[in-house]
């Protein structure tokens, strides 16, 4: 899985994002999760937090906790992460705003990004986009009415070797055209079961992955091939040379 990431938030963004919090909670502050969700939320966080030396630290994995619960990072699920962690909520928006994997509203049960970067853009990925959201009726971070699909367009998947490049919750699929690319996203809203073109055989939800991402592992990491094709073409013209890394 990958994620489009920078550096830390600044101090002009979390003041910005202190007005954001508190538009955001006049519609929902009292509101709050159902005590069954918020007892296994609270110990879901506990496990997490636990592995880090400062509460604060696990913010990361807390905010992809949330978003496996409610599809994105919810009023209440800032709220959550803010009082467990003994954090301001405007900080709290401040870091979920900032990062690209933490949606604002609802993703679509399968999160379809589409990369446009230069690699993959000249391979096609930009033709994809094109076709792919006219296909759909979605532009960049929209969901289907039915909520099944939603669509992203993605910077950098870290998969150049099999430009141009899709990913749906976080999985990869390769070498992608426009023709396949619509057909993926009609199998998926037609519920057939599709696997990755490496990782794990069995492709999980927007949630499951975020669950995911938050530490709480599903079994399937070693589930299928990590790495072919391309991506070992050096490896095979090393060891048919004889060559080896230089040993310390």
């Known amino acids: 899985m990958s994620s489009t990431t920078g550096g830390e938030p600044t101090v002009r963004q979390t003041d910005v994002a202190a007005g954001a919090a508190n538009d955001e909670g006049s519609a929902t502050m009292d509101k709050g999760y159902a005590p069954e969700v918020r007892e296994r939320l609270e110990r879901d966080a506990k496990e997490i937090i636990g592995r880090y030396p400062k509460p604060r630290s696990a913010l990361l994995p807390l905010l992809h906790l949330v978003q496996s619960e409610d599809g994105y990072v919810s009023d209440d699920g800032h709220e959550f992460c803010a009082e467990i962690l003994g954090l301001s909520k405007a900080e709290v928006v401040g870091v979920s705003t900032f990062y690209t994997m933490y949606k604002r509203k609802p993703a679509g049960q399968y999160h ?20 792919l959201s006219e296909h759909t009726g979605l532009e960049h971070n929209e969901t ?27 999985e990869f699929f390769d070498n992608q055209t426009p023709a396949s690319a619509k057909q993926l996203v009609d199998d998926l809203k037609d519920g ?11 492709l999980c939800s927007f949630k499951e992955a975020s669950r995911v991402l938050s530490g709480l592992p599903d079994g399937l990491a070693g589930d299928g091939p990590s790495a072919n094709g391309p991506s070992l073409e050096g490896l095979k013209i090393a060891k048919a040379n004889g060559w080896k890394a230089p040993e310390s």
């Open 144 to 170: 289907s009415p039915d909520g099944k699909i939603s669509l992203e367009r993605l910077e950098c998947n870290a998969a150049c070797d099999f430009a141009p490049v899709m990913m749906v919750n976080w």
């Open 112 to 131: 379809v990004g589409v990369c446009i970067n230069t690699l993959c853009a000249v391979m096609g990925g930009d033709q994809i986009w094109d076709e």
């Open 192 to 202: 057939k079961e599709i696997s990755p073109t490496r990782g794990p055989k069995k």
